[in-house]
């Protein structure tokens, strides 16, 4: 079945430590989300992309880095410049102007 | 800018009792409009959309939302709830002049007790 990988599931992060968590997709999409979702707070974009090789920024960019080497993969760093990491990320792909498929995310926590 | 707002954080109902989860939004353009579902620890599900066309836009487990630009909303209602249906619910607005971003209210978790 197509669908939206991600891992791991749980993560926990140290002091000045990076951590990437993982987002593969199989549904031959173009574009593909990055989201941290905070209680009450909704969904929050952090980068997109809508193509191989290119990203952009989206609203809470600010500590976290990505990459997009090949179609199916999205992978997400969670830099230590990122005072509060503490969330639950959930990757999404699309075809472009059609509606959002997700994963079922990866809960991040500070040790 | 565009943005959405979800009236209620939560909201309780009894199982059968119908319910409507209530949704905003603010746009100078042409609008596509969604319902997401997320149970815990789960991702998001896409529930019903509104591209064009038809201002009622159905789900297959019940649930529908009209689209109504004079008052700007989107709400989402169902009939008879089940215990099932308990999770949260996120309205979305797709940003104008993306080409696919989403721009999401802040969720309504929808509690359905026997």
């Known amino acids: 079945d197509g669908g939206i990988t991600q891992s791991p599931k749980y993560l926990f992060r140290k002091e000045g430590q990076n951590v990437t968590l993982s987002c593969e997709q199989n549904?031959?999409?173009?574009?593909m989300y990055w989201y941290r979702q905070d209680p009450g707070q909704g969904l929050r974009l952090i980068y997109y992309?809508?193509?191989?090789?290119?990203?952009q920024k989206g609203d809470i960019a600010e500590g976290y880095s990505v990459s997009r080497e090949k179609k199916e993969s999205f992978p997400l760093t969670v830099t230590s410049a990122q005072k509060n990491p503490t969330a639950f990320y959930l990757c999404?792909?699309?075809?472009?102007?059609?509606?959002?498929?997700f994963g079922d995310g990866t809960r991040l926590s500070i040790l | 800018a565009q943005s959405v707002t979800q009236l209620d954080s939560q909201v309780p109902v009894f199982e059968e009792a119908p319910v409507e989860l209530r949704c905003n939004y603010s746009?100078?353009?042409?609008?596509?409009l969604f319902w997401y579902v997320q149970y815990p620890n789960q991702g998001l599900q896409l529930l019903l959309k509104?591209?064009?066309?038809?201002?009622l836009v159905e789900s297959i487990n019940g649930f529908e939302a009209e689209f109504n630009k004079s008052q700007t909303s989107f709400h989402l209602r169902k009939p008879s709830v089940h215990i099932s249906d308990t999770a949260e619910y996120f309205c979305?607005?797709?940003?104008?002049?993306?080409?696919?971003?989403?721009?999401f209210g802040k969720g309504t978790k929808l509690s359905v007790k026997p």
């Open positions: 999404a792909s699309s075809i472009t102007y059609w509606p959002q498929h």
């Open positions: 549904l031959n999409h173009d574009a």
């Open positions: 992309s809508q193509i191989v090789n290119d990203f």
């Open positions: 746009s100078s353009v042409s609008v596509y």
């Open positions: 509104y591209l064009s066309g038809s201002t």
């Open positions: 979305a607005v797709r940003k104008g002049g993306s080409q696919g971003n989403l721009i």
